[in-house]
């Protein structure tokens, strides 16, 4: 008789778990996983013996599986810390686009910006095989969340940052960054103010950093001072870009000529406050974000772009690839990045006087910089 184990339910069925079927077997649980879902690479003798045995066991792989013969439950997996905000929500666009072109279907995990049942999630949710493969929105996964998946030979891929021990796809975060702090140098700023992400949650998010990092080498490879009291924080919405820019105006002594803002939605928030406080936008202050929201070029804002629904579909087609049995298909890419030049940067004021560029308003190839 079977042992079962304190994972039994992994199953779904007669307390049965996908340990006990391996040991009977003789093979490990990814490839017993493999067998009953239906994937490649195992050999259709190996397949046979697994499928007989889970079947005299009485083991199957999930309840919502047509049965052992296929194991499919034609669902990917999307998991992201928000859904409100906009880089995930463009993405899950994306990401369901693919989905519904392949004929599968998209099953949405939401840590609602805090990651209090990530525990559950992991070992209960995706490991329980109620899902073929799984996309990562923005945020890091532990050791110990990998080994979950790696467990059942999960496919997975990250959208929108470099996470260590995972494939990847996203813009080069470093690059995009550097590309707008050169662009507010090459306009001829040299007092400018940095606003970064701080994401409180425990998310594991890389991006912050990354983007952080590049302001620092720009500024100091050209000559310039970064000063402590223009450094600022938000968390990627146009809420926190408000309160950053009263921290910075509020505070007594000089005010920067520009702003390098982490997100296009803090330097909405920015521009927003930067009105209403009679700051004039570029004349007074030069604001420039990453992303290319949907509202940016509404409000003219200077810009690197990047495109979440593209990373999101390419990422999907390749764990449809994967599951499809094109071997190699789940790699890592870097995604392109473009520098928008709009209307909310131009060269510093300089004696009460506004200069302009020679720089047309348009789009820009990325690593470019007017007058560079």
Not at 16 to 40: F, K, N, Q, W
Not at 338 to 356: K, N
């Amino acid at each position: 008789m079977a042992k079962t184990t304190d994972r039994a339910q992994r199953g779904g069925h007669s307390g049965v778990s996908i340990e006990d079927v391996a040991l009977a077997a003789g093979v490990s649980t990814a490839t017993v996983s493999r067998a009953v879902r239906g994937l490649p690479r195992v050999s259709p003798a190996t397949r046979e013996k697994i499928l007989g045995i889970a079947e005299a066991l009485g083991y199957v792989a999930s309840s919502s599986a047509s049965g052992l013969a296929t194991g499919r439950t034609k669902t990917i997996g999307v998991l992201a810390p928000f859904v409100s905000r906009w880089f995930f929500s463009k993405a899950i666009e994306g990401a369901d686009r693919e989905l519904h072109a392949r004929q599968y279907n998209l099953s949405l995990f939401n840590l609602g910006g805090h990651g209090s049942h990530r525990e559950r999630l992991f070992s209960k949710t995706m490991v329980y095989k109620q899902i073929d493969a799984l996309l990562v929105l923005c945020m890091a996964l532990t050791h110990e969340e990998i080994e979950h998946l790696q467990k059942i030979d999960i496919p997975l891929v990250v959208v929108g940052g470099h996470v260590e021990e995972c494939p990847y796809i996203g813009i080069d975060d470093y690059a995009a960054a550097a590309t707008a702090v050169r662009h507010l140098i090459g306009l001829g700023h040299t007092e400018i103010a940095l606003l970064h992400g701080d994401d409180e949650t425990d998310l594991n998010f890389d991006v912050p950093r990354v983007r952080i990092k590049a302001f620092q080498d720009v500024m100091a490879g050209a000559g310039l001072n970064v000063r402590e009291e223009w450094d600022e924080w938000g968390d990627f919405t146009v809420l926190s870009g408000q309160n950053a820019f009263h921290r910075l105006w509020d505070r007594p002594g000089p005010k920067p000529t520009a702003i390098f803002c982490a997100s296009d939605e803090m330097a909405m928030g920015i521009i927003f406050e930067a009105t209403r406080a009679g700051v004039q936008v570029p004349a007074d202050l030069s604001v420039i974000g990453i992303d290319d929201h949907d509202f940016s070029e509404a409000m003219g804002l200077t810009t690197v772009r990047q495109r979440p629904d593209e990373q999101a579909e390419m990422g999907t087609k390749m764990l449809l690839d994967e599951l499809d049995g094109i071997a190699g298909s789940v790699r890592s890419m870097v995604a392109p990045h473009e520098l928008i030049v709009r209307s909310t940067t131009a060269p510093p004021r300089r004696a009460g006087v506004v200069t302009r560029t020679d720089a047309a308003p348009g789009a820009m190839t990325a690593g470019a910089a007017p007058g560079g």
